[in-house]
């Protein structure tokens, strides 16, 4: 069964330094990778997604994450924090229907 | 832009009473979820439709229904809520699966108090 694991319940980083924020992967066959944002209140919104070719994918507000098919890795990645970055992240992977499987969610707290 | 809405970002509902979450996407997307939010458990899939009056169960369906009568409309029903229904509900829409890169877009989300 598809599944992710996003083993830090939060990450806490200074303004300024750079984040990383850990996912990590089940799936049989080619993964399909998402990373979405939630703000306070707020759904979530999509930042990025891996569906095939270079392993660095860039997205939204100057995210970045890194594939690794050895590893069954695709963390997420800033090189310089925002207080503003703080907020509620997933990780996810699309199984063989439509459907996304979340991981549990990492709180990032970036103090200045 | 995508735009995906539901009824009421708020609501208090008291155990028993029969409760209704409406979602509209403006996309013409084929699939449309519902999702349930709660701390330490992230997202889990309660309904989900992939075509008008089509459903399928998702991973935590009980207690629940759903109505899609139109393609831009999908409805959670709680048949007689309780307590433990007490959660952040999400709606989402995505195209059809062709393409199996497509995101899903997300409503703002209903908070919903069982009292």
């Known amino acids: 069964a598809q599944s992710v694991a996003q083993p830090e319940d939060q990450v806490n980083v200074a303004e300024g330094n750079p984040l990383t924020v850990k996912c990590t992967y089940s799936v049989s066959g080619n993964p399909y990778l998402f990373w979405y944002v939630q703000y306070p209140n707020r759904g979530l919104q999509f930042l990025l997604k891996?569906?095939?070719?270079?392993?660095l994918v860039k997205g939204s507000y100057g995210f970045e994450a890194e594939f690794n098919k050895s590893q069954t890795s695709f963390h997420l990645k800033k090189p310089s924090a925002l207080v503003s970055d703080s907020a509620l992240y997933f990780c996810a992977v699309r199984d063989y229907t439509d459907k996304l499987i979340f991981g549990t969610g990492t709180r990032l707290q970036v103090f200045p | 832009d995508v735009k995906v809405t539901q009824s009421s970002r708020y609501l208090v509902k008291r155990t028993g009473e029969k409760v209704f979450l409406e979602c509209v996407q403006d996309m013409d997307h084929e699939n449309m979820f519902w999702y349930r939010q709660d701390p330490g458990l992230g997202l889990r899939l309660i309904y989900f439709?992939?075509?008008?009056?089509?459903?399928e169960k998702g991973d935590i369906p009980e207690g629940y229904s759903v109505s899609r009568e139109k393609k831009e409309r999908f409805s959670l029903i709680l048949e007689s809520a309780s307590t433990n229904q007490t959660s952040m509900y999400l709606c989402?829409?995505?195209?059809?699966?062709?393409?199996?890169?497509?995101?899903?877009?997300f409503g703002p989300g209903t908070r919903l108090t069982v009292l």
């Open positions: 891996y569906i095939t070719g270079d392993n």
């Open positions: 439709s992939y075509d008008v009056k089509m459903k």
């Open positions: 989402a829409s995505s195209p059809s699966g062709r393409s199996r890169g497509n995101e899903q877009f």
